[in-house]
């Protein structure tokens, strides 16, 4: 059974329109993160939180809001959808900073 | 500023070869170093690690050698198999931290 489980599986918006996705685990662990992954960049961090109801920026959080409104869930909210935006975006959870968990991935087209 | 790099961004062995996958790092205080696995459709998911302490670490065809002097790492994969065709992101971390900095990968090939 998926232990971090992600919503949408795929979106397509148009720009300038709000997209959240959400983000769901059931592993008990403390951290959640968000990270986007476009070719030749790997997995760069957007948002992550280490508690429920606190987030903390991660390397490219311009344009991208985050939430954790339980320490289960985490919403990556983006108010103003851009092309730049386009993007497979990928949520993980960890308990331990030796092994990071993650979901399936969002594929998000922004036209 | 990217502070791991990895090398060759895409690699093609035959069934049976080495695959060797290089990763570099900048920040001395990187002290731990996982190799995440990626097939398409899917998320990554932690291979093999290792910690700054050690210079080997096997995990039955996969080893992973660390020079720290160099500050360079790479991952070995012994007798590859159709089925390692994969991405590889070499990833560090360090003392104390959650937070984790990946290599852009490298995309692996194994031809039957």
């Known amino acids: 059974e998926a232990a971090v489980t992600q919503s949408p599986r795929s979106k397509v918006a148009v720009t300038g329109g709000k997209v959240t996705l959400s983000c769901h685990q059931t592993?008990?662990?403390?951290?959640m993160y968000w990270y986007r992954q476009d070719t030749g960049h790997g997995l760069r961090l957007i948002h992550y939180?280490?508690?429920?109801?606190?987030?903390e920026k991660g390397d490219i959080p311009d344009g991208y809001k985050a939430s954790r409104p339980s320490q289960e869930n985490f919403s990556l909210i983006l108010e103003l959808a851009s092309l730049s935006q386009t993007a497979v975006y990928f949520c993980?959870?960890?308990?331990?900073?030796?092994?990071?968990?993650f979901g399936p991935g969002t594929r998000l087209t922004v036209l | 500023q990217q502070q791991v790099r990895q090398s060759p961004q895409s690699l093609t062995v035959w069934e049976g070869e080495t695959a060797i996958l290089n990763c570099s790092y900048e920040?001395?205080?990187?002290?731990?170093f996982p190799w995440y696995q990626q097939f398409p459709g899917e998320g990554p998911a932690l291979l093999i690690s290792?910690?700054?302490?050690?210079d080997k670490k096997e995990d039955g065809r996969f080893t992973i050698f660390f020079n720290k002097r160099e500050k360079k790492l790479s991952l070995h994969i012994a007798d590859s198999q159709p089925g390692d065709s994969a991405t590889y992101f070499c990833?560090?971390?360090?003392?104390?931290?959650?937070?984790?900095?990946f290599g852009s990968g490298t995309r692996l090939l194994v031809s039957p």
């Open positions: 290792i910690l700054s302490v050690s």
């Open positions: 939180s280490y508690v429920a109801d606190s987030t």
């Open positions: 592993n008990n662990h403390d951290y």
């Open positions: 990833a560090a971390s360090g003392t104390g931290g959650y937070k984790v900095v």
């Open positions: 920040n001395s205080a990187f002290d731990y």
């Open positions: 993980a959870s960890s308990g331990t900073r030796y092994e990071q968990y």
